[in-house]
């Protein structure tokens, strides 16, 4: 190798171990004592002042490529991703700047990521020509655009920016990010290894009982882009087989099969006849951010007088089993006796199936300690906080409560 080859290969190295190291570096965060606006935080979306107790959020039209905007609102994990909410509508300070100060506890509500998440919804007006006449006019027409967070210095999740704050921990964002980058082939599953099984179902044994398992929809599909369905529904139905399930309780309500396309087994349809299927339809933003509400309360209770007076063993599921599965799975799991850093792995094995999905156990804490008033660490007993609560609020009896967890652990 000659000199001139020697000192390319020298620069090309050098230069690919910094860009390595540069994409490598963690995001660090800036904290002013008030507003001063400059090109990252313009990017970012958001400012931390006031010692990190206030959010500033922050809306250049110019940095998001949008022109003549009217109203721009913030959707966020932290107001049930509504679109267009009068408390989170943003101030605007001149023609291509808008504003908004929030205290963090009011934006301290986890999204998937286990951070809090948001969008920008802008109102604006679009330019179009039109011929009149026989002349060409340019006219505006009023369009809705919901911003994707592309190129921002900060951490996103499926283009949803991340507010983080100093004391933050990022490693489950990285972790997330590796978990979205691709779909899982069916070719990539070991289908001989009950790990692979169980990953590609989602289907499991709850933590803290022997007679409770929670998984993917036996019958609905729900990513028939994927080369992975099929197998992974026939995987769910062969598994109830296998493990005699009686009682089945399904969260995703009674949907409608697809003629052609999808049908139901005739074990479930004896299951389903003989009354032992509990159909129950609830939402995202229930078990997440309402889990404090009646309905959920209700909802529980129902669900565990199901249990009481069925034949077991008994499998939860959604559509997915991740959100409505995984909250009420980990409740089961708690009122058994489960421990909290066994109901948290449990709950993020969902993120092994592959479908580009994730969840961050940080957003089932939120759900729960919304229920029992009080943080969640390794040694809280769960399985008492959750009992005085529902027994408090005369959501369930001691004796329910007693009966569940003999149903569950036969």
């Known amino acids: 190798m000659n000199l ?56 250049d039209a110019k940095t998001w490529e949008i022109e003549r905007p009217q109203r721009v609102y913030i959707e966020g994990s932290f107001n049930g991703w509504a679109k267009k909410l009068g408390a989170w509508e943003m101030a605007k300070i001149k023609d291509n700047l808008f504003m908004l100060e929030a205290a963090k506890i009011d934006v301290q509500v986890p999204g998937n990521s286990g ?56 490693n489950s964002i990285i972790q997330a990010e590796a978990s979205l980058k691709k779909e899982k082939k069916l070719k990539e599953f070991n289908l001989s290894k009950e790990e692979d099984i169980a990953s590609i179902s989602n289907f499991r044994q709850v933590p803290g009982t022997s007679a409770l398992y929670r998984g993917y929809h036996p019958y609905k599909i729900s990513r028939a882009n994927l080369d992975t ?19 089945i309780i399904t969260l995703s309500g009674d949907e409608t099969l697809v003629d052609g396309k999808e049908q139901l087994p005739v074990f479930i349809t004896d299951i389903r006849r003989s009354g032992n299927q509990l159909f129950i339809e609830t939402k995202y933003n229930t078990v997440y951010y309402n889990s404090e509400s009646k309905d959920f309360g209700n909802m529980i209770a129902e669900i565990v007088r199901f ?16 959100d409505r599965t ?67 609020r005369s959501f369930l009896t001691r004796d329910e409560i007693n009966t569940l967890v003999k149903k569950l652990n036969p």
């Open 307 to 322: 249990i009481n007076s069925h034949e077991g063993p008994y499998y939860v599921h959604c559509r997915l089993g991740t």
């Open 326 to 392: 995984g909250v009420v799975s980990a409740m089961l799991a708690a009122f058994s006796g489960a421990k909290w850093p066994d109901i948290a792995k449990d709950y993020q094995k969902s993120n092994d199936m592959g479908i580009k999905e994730y969840r961050d156990s940080g957003l089932l804490k939120y759900s729960m300690e919304r229920i029992i008033g009080m943080e969640i660490n390794d040694e809280t007993d769960l399985q008492k906080a959750l009992s005085q609560y529902f027994v408090d």
């Open 115 to 170: 951070h809090p998440e948001f969008r920008f919804v802008v109102t604006a007006e679009v330019p179009y020509t039109e011929t009149v006449c026989g002349k060409e006019l340019t006219r505006y027409k009023t369009e809705v655009f919901e911003t994707e967070a592309k190129n921002i210095p900060g951490y996103k999740l499926l283009d949803n920016s991340l507010i983080i704050f100093p004391e933050d921990d990022v």
């Open 229 to 247: 369905e099929e197998s992974r529904i026939n995987l769910v139905r062969k598994q109830l087989r296998e493990k005699g399930i009686k009682s």
């Open 4 to 59: 001139r080859k020697l000192v390319l290969f020298a620069f090309l190295a050098f230069t690919a171990v910094n860009a390595f190291s540069k994409a490598k570096e963690p995001y660090k965060v800036e904290i002013q004592e008030s507003v001063k606006l400059n090109k990252f935080n313009k990017k970012l979306g958001y400012q931390l002042i006031n010692a990190g107790e206030t959010v500033c959020f922050i809306f």
